[in-house]
């Protein structure tokens, strides 16, 4: 009686999981033909009731049938689990994607591609020129010799010059670096970018319109308005006839594109060492376009920075000869255009490496 009961559960079993289609399916059968509850474990209490014989021989029959199951269902798992199964690979199309954050390019960065873009539709080129600067052309060469007081103006970051550095120091070695220092070999981290302007007549002949943006230090505490690093564009424009006429229509049309509105433009009298006459230079205010706000603190008007006509000493220390040319220059710092045209309010975030402020450009 109890063998065939097992024997029939046997082959009933083996058709089942012969017919399984799913990993889910088999794992049913485990349960349905060996579980706690199945047949096969009732069959299993039963025994108790036999003879000792009978006991023995369906105790063994029923140990290799559970077995042969157990192989079977092991089998067919691993079966379907290894097979392909096309429906479930089946690949949705109209599912929203999940959407990948991506970084972008610095606000900083962002507005210097954005000067140079409107410059180079304006027939300028981009030049360039070293951070790490000579005292020549950081200060000497820009009209501002080593007790000139505008060099005040400007804290530098000095670094170790390398002959005094790098030597045991002999009477000629210090003889040697103070001719050195006279001819302005001094090294520095550039004050300002108008060390470009020398650099690119140093190798070109006029006439040329150029920009330079880049990054600049100053060795003063910071705030909400300066920082140690920041960056400067400098513009310079020289042939034989440009005047300071050139130079209003130049930034004029510059600041317009520059904040998509007309943009009228103020210079006044100030002094650089390297420019006669030197300006500061003001554009209407953005926000009110000059009628009086809180942005221009009721002025009409926001100050940008410095400007001029090129002093012939500045040719001349470049290799031009002596009132053959004249030129325009301006140096203007890419942040303060940046806070103006994205209203932020402090200067040290774009260097604070903050993501809430990142991600708003
Ligand atoms: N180099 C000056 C500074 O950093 C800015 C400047 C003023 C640049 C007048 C110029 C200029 O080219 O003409 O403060």
Redesign the pocket.
Known sequence: MLKEKIEKIKEAALVAVENAKTVEEVLQLEIQFLGRKSEFVGILRQLKDVSPEEKKEVGQLANAVKVEIQTLLDQKKKNLASTFDAAAEKIDVTVPAVKLRRGHLHPLTQIQNEIEDIFTSMGFEIADGPEVEDEFHNFDALNMPKDHPARD??DTFWLRSQTSADKTQTKADNRQNDTEEKKGERILLR????NV?IRYMETHEPPFRIIAPGR?YRNEAGDSTHEHTFH?F???VVGDDINVGNFKFVAQQFFSKFFKKDIQIRIRPSF?P??EP?FEFDISCTVCGGKGCSACKNAGWLEI????M?NQNVFVAAGYPRNKYQG????FGVERLAMMKYKISDIRLFHSGDLRFIKQF
């Not at 004050?191 to 108008?194: D, K, L, P």
């Not at 920075?305 to 001029?308: I, K």
């Not at 325009?328 to 140096?331: L, Q, S």
């Open positions: 103006m400007q004050t300002h970018t108008s302007q600049i400067q400098e513009a310079l650089f390297f420019t030197s920075g410095g400007a001029g090129v325009f220059a301006w140096g």
